[in-house]
């Protein structure tokens, strides 16, 4: 594993793998946008479809400093048409869609995440592991 700055990383782009860690600093979900534009590049995931992908890891990244404020970890894996992301982080809460309020600027994170993959849901560790992993699945 290699330090970038706040965060690590491991995996190769190469191989359709990269997983990164991150403490939950405000500007994590520009970080990974970041981060993540190459790495979609390296696997010739392009456009909207590029798109989509940018924005769920935002809204889900967005939602641990948010919600969680625990370290977390970011894993993303291509496999032919598909695309895995994998949040983990530190906090039992279970992520649950809002209503949507009309009047307020946030809460749409999980609808948008919803909207746009093929599947998400999330996954609660056991009690010697706290916390919890969000998964999203999106065409590729």
Same mark, same amino acid.
């Given at each position: *594993?290699?330090s970038?700055g706040? &965060?690590?990383?491991?995996?190769d &782009?190469?191989?359709?793998?990269?997983?990164?860690?991150?403490?939950?600093?405000?500007?994590?979900?520009a970080g990974?946008?970041?981060?993540l534009?190459?790495?979609?590049?390296?696997? %010739?995931?392009?456009?909207?479809?590029?798109e989509d992908? =940018?924005l769920?890891?935002?809204?889900?990244?967005?939602?641990?400093?948010?919600?969680?404020?625990?370290?977390?970890?970011?894993?993303?894996?291509?496999?032919?048409?598909?695309?895995?992301?994998?949040v983990?982080?530190?906090?039992?809460?279970?992520?649950?869609? %809002?209503? *949507?309020?009309?009047?307020s600027?946030?809460?749409?994170?999980?609808?948008?995440?919803?909207?746009?993959?093929?599947?998400?849901g999330?996954? =609660?560790?056991?009690?010697?592991?706290?916390?919890?992993?969000?998964?999203?699945?999106?065409?590729?």
């Amino acid at each position: *594993m290699t330090s970038i700055g706040t &965060a690590t990383t491991e995996g190769d &782009a190469a191989g359709g793998h990269v997983c990164w860690s991150y403490g939950p600093a405000p500007d994590a979900p520009a970080g990974v946008r970041r981060r993540l534009g190459p790495v979609l590049e390296a696997w %010739r995931v392009e456009g909207e479809t590029a798109e989509d992908v =940018l924005l769920v890891v935002t809204e889900l990244v967005a939602n641990v400093v948010d919600h969680a404020g625990t370290p977390f970890e970011i894993t993303l894996h291509r496999e032919p048409g598909v695309l895995h992301v994998f949040v983990r982080d530190g906090c039992r809460e279970v992520p649950e869609p %809002r209503g *949507m309020d009309p009047r307020s600027s946030r809460g749409r994170g999980l609808l948008v995440v919803q909207a746009v993959c093929r599947d998400w849901g999330y996954e =609660l560790h056991d009690a010697d592991d706290p916390g919890k992993t969000v998964h999203a699945e999106l065409a590729a």
